[in-house]
């Protein structure tokens, strides 16, 4: 007996009705990143486990919970990367870029993966879009950055934006606030959920970006990160909300966005709407100027954000009508020999105008050829048979008027387009 096997639970099948949407939507941002002049970037699926054990931080959830990771046959532990950011700076340190640029603008379409509870725009296989722009520290970038996600959504017509913008500080401010908020928070340990509790120990500044109510409560009369910056920090933070008021991108100072991989510092940001429920966040990023040195290379500055393309995907399948897969051109055949015909013809036609052909291989009848025809919007339709080929003319069928010509078999290309050579 047969046995049915499905796809695995947090993953999915991109099916063809879908897939016209996220191709012209990855084209849109292709040629978005082109224009800003960032160029694509892959790197492979898997990665030494260490990695992401070292940049992301050990004590997250991600390394400690969500990671696929096993042991290969020559004994390295490997992992499916959890996020992108950690494998474009170990090419960018690896293939030694920054002897060959000051700056390097980088962007990626790809897949990552984790063992989290599926839900609402988020798979545990998944596609996730961003740059990465390494090599200047000033607040310019970090505007360019902020910039280059607010308008990717805005272009695509996503309603309710908001930008939300903090600063984390240096290592040195960042140190004595995390000391002020742990004295705050260490006589409420017992009152915070139980991941805060963990985090308090390992990491107090990610409490700020707890989503329990209860902790939310706590942190109402918590210390501002604010309060903690260097002069210089806060000359740099100003100076990017400066740039992003001139630039015309309304934004949230939010003193408790904290992002949740260790490598970040100075300015994070977030994107969020309400076109998706709870879960708003769009993007986020900033910056982790220590990261290329952590991984090998020279004391060089980055900033960058990631974006869930699910998510993308879920809001526009929401609000924009239902795509259309328009065929130019179906040629119905009515027996063997017109269909060998029928192939020549639309092989001819795509290699002349670059235009969308489709050939019948099912040997239906006339009546079902049309059919299928008008189910996949044809705009024209050729009618080839016995008789066709005998009088060397077959008919071409206007399918929005319902008007026909004859016209040579020899020459039909001519009829569709501008008049080029075949070759």
């Known amino acids: 007996m047969s046995v049915k096997i499905q796809n695995i639970k947090g993953t999915k ?30 790197t492979p ?17 991600i390394v400690t919970k969500e990671m696929y990771t096993w042991t ?43 063992r989290e509870r599926p839900q609402k725009g988020r798979q545990r296989q998944f596609t996730q879009y961003g740059i990465e722009a390494i090599g200047s520290a000033h607040p310019e970038q970090d505007a360019e950055v902020i910039l280059i996600a607010y308008r990717i959504y805005q272009m695509l017509g996503i309603k309710d934006l908001e930008v939300h913008i903090n600063s984390i500080g240096s290592q040195q401010s960042r140190e004595t606030y995390i000391s002020s908020l742990s004295k705050y928070l260490a006589p409420y340990k017992n009152e915070l959920s139980e991941i805060s509790q963990t985090r308090l120990d390992v990491n107090p500044l990610r409490i700020l970006d707890s989503k329990s109510e209860k902790d939310k409560k706590i942190l109402e009369g918590a210390p501002q990160i604010s309060d903690f910056l260097t002069k210089e920090d806060l000359v740099t ?60 290379g020279k ?7 990631a974006a869930g393309f699910e998510r993308l995907m879920l809001i526009l399948n929401e609000h924009l009508d239902e795509t259309k897969d328009v065929i130019d051109i179906y040629i119905i055949s009515t027996d063997e020999k017109s269909t060998n015909s029928s192939l020549i013809i639309a092989d001819k036609i795509r290699n002349t105008h670059g235009i969308k052909v489709v050939c019948e291989t099912l ?3 006339m009546k079902s050829q049309l059919r299928e025809a008008n189910k996949l919007n044809a705009q024209f339709v050729i009618i080839i048979g016995e008789e066709e080929i005998s009088s060397g003319e077959v008919i071409i069928k206007n399918m929005q008027d319902s008007s026909q010509i004859s016209a040579p078999i020899d020459n039909i290309e001519n009829y569709f387009g501008v008049n080029y050579e075949y070759k």
């Not at 004391?299 to 954000?305: E, N, S, W």
Request: hydrophobic share 35%; glycine share 8%; with cysteine.
């Open 72 to 114: 290969d046959l020559d004994g390295t532990s490997l992992t499916l990367r959890p996020e992108l950011t950690a494998s474009v700076v170990r090419s960018f340190v690896q293939h030694n870029l920054q002897s060959k640029s000051p700056l390097h603008r980088l962007y990626y379409i790809d897949s990552s993966f984790r």
């Open 237 to 296: 933070f100003n100076s990017i909300q400066s740039f992003l008021n001139n630039l015309g991108i309304p934004f949230i100072t939010d003193n408790n966005l904290v992002r949740g991989l260790d490598y970040y510092n100075g300015m994070t940001f977030e994107i969020t709407t309400k076109s998706i429920g709870a879960q708003s966040a769009l993007c986020g990023g900033g910056r982790y100027d220590k990261l290329v040195e952590y991984l090998g």
């Open 363 to 365: 040997r239906r009848s």
């Open 13 to 42: 099948d991109i099916l063809p009705k879908d897939s016209q949407l996220w191709l012209e939507t990855e084209s849109i941002i292709h040629n978005f990143m082109s224009l800003h002049g960032y160029k694509l970037i892959r």
């Open 299 to 305: 004391p060089t500055p980055a900033v960058g954000f």
């Open 45 to 61: 699926i898997f990665e030494k486990t260490e990695l992401f054990n070292r940049t992301i931080g050990e004590d997250t959830d």
